[in-house]
């Protein structure tokens, strides 16, 4: 009988990912879950501290400014679970504000090794919570964590960050009625989405001058090579970040600059000259359409609040 251990998995889906994505016909893509390892982790978390990524310190505001807010909605609510927590810096707000009133747990849910031991880092200072964090996927990482559940506790899920943006607009409602059937009647969803803005302000968001996010795209190429033996030469490709008005959405690509030939172990990929590798979707809402898509998935939204210097919305979605 064949044994996987969970590191071994990961490598051959990874592997299995990128020849599909790279050998398909048409469009190549890469999943933009592989743009976090240690170093896109970095990479990242220096993004959140750009001058041109309005995104996270919108959303800081909001947990700031609304704190108690937020924790009046939360209070009965014993089990903390985050999906994708990246540092936890932003968290940090929701958990003080809530452990003031009683002790709880919180798990944080990370595919990357490197944001899980930052983000456990950042809060194990904090009095009345108990740290419990799952290397693993979102969907996979929520059952094992609600699965622990305490009698009596009712459990709320972060989803911040926009990340909900990630995944086009069927496969995020499909991802919310998932969550849903993940946890009980009462259980909330605190889930952060970026709101439509102009495009002068949107764009620098995922092409800053300083060439961070670029770095933060190519390192996926730099991923390939030195996990899966590839030769990429990084300085051949461009990072290309541009919105997709019919999907409202920015997408990021990886721009052959000529036509070249790419290996990764025994296989070959051929890209030509100016065909792209779309690595990530960060798709842009109205104000009216979290409510809708609650209403849509299994949830009611009880509360939103908006920053209104970077159009952000906090959406708090209770599960009926
Ligand atoms: C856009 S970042 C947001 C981080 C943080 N929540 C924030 O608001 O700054 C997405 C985070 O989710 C993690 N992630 C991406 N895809 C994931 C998946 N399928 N399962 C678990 N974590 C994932 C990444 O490692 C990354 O830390």
């Given at each position: 009988m064949l044994i996987?251990?969970?590191?071994?998995?990961?490598?051959?889906?990874f592997a299995m990912d990128v020849r599909n994505g790279l050998g398909?016909?048409?469009?190549?893509?890469?999943?933009?879950?592989?743009?976090?390892?240690?170093?896109?982790s970095a990479l990242f978390e220096a993004i959140t501290r750009l001058p041109e990524y309005g995104l996270t310190r919108a959303e800081e505001r909001i947990l700031r400014e609304h704190s108690d807010d937020i924790a009046e909605h939360l209070v009965a609510?014993?089990?903390?679970?985050?999906?994708?927590?990246?540092?936890?810096?932003?968290?940090?707000?929701?958990?003080?504000?809530?452990?003031?009133?009683k002790s709880m747990t919180y798990c944080p849910i990370e595919i990357s090794s490197a944001a899980l031991v930052r983000c456990e880092r950042e809060l194990d200072d904090l009095a009345h919570v108990s740290?419990?964090?799952?290397?693993?996927?979102?969907?996979?990482?929520?059952?094992?964590?609600?699965?622990?559940?305490?009698?009596?506790?009712a459990v709320v899920v972060l989803?911040?960050?926009?990340?909900?943006g990630n995944f086009d607009r069927g496969s995020a409602e499909e991802l919310l009625h998932k969550i849903?059937?993940?946890?009980?009647?009462?259980?909330?969803?605190?889930?952060?989405t970026d709101l439509e803005k102009p495009l002068t302000q949107l764009i620098p968001a995922y092409d800053d001058a300083l060439g961070v996010t670029g770095a933060f795209n190519r390192n996926l190429l730099a991923r390939i090579n030195r996990e899966l033996g590839g030769d990429f030469e990084?300085?051949?490709?461009?990072?290309?970040?541009?919105?997709?008005?019919?999907?409202?959405?920015?997408e990021m690509h990886l721009r052959s600059m000529e036509t070249q030939t790419v290996n990764i172990e025994e296989a070959n990929f051929t890209f030509l000259c100016d065909e792209t590798i779309w690595t990530e979707s960060c798709h842009k809402y109205g104000k009216n359409e979290p409510p809708e898509i609650a209403r849509r998935t299994g949830f009611e939204?009880?509360?939103?609040?908006?920053?209104?210097?970077?159009?952000?919305?906090?959406?708090l979605f209770v599960a009926v």
């Open positions: 996987l251990s969970e590191e071994t998995q990961t490598v051959n889906s398909q016909t048409g469009q190549k893509e890469l999943p933009s879950k592989y743009l976090y390892d240690d170093v896109g609510h014993g089990m903390v679970v985050e999906l994708g927590s990246g540092s936890g810096r932003k968290t940090r707000q929701i958990l003080e504000a809530l452990a003031h009133h740290i419990l964090g799952f290397e693993t996927e979102y969907l996979d990482g929520l059952s094992k964590a609600v699965a622990r559940r305490k009698p009596g506790d989803f911040l960050g926009s990340s909900i849903r059937h993940a946890i009980e009647p009462g259980d909330m969803l605190l889930l952060g990084l300085s051949r490709f461009e990072h290309v970040a541009l919105y997709n008005a019919r999907e409202r959405r920015v939204c009880n509360a939103q609040w908006v920053d209104v210097e970077w159009q952000f919305a906090e959406n």
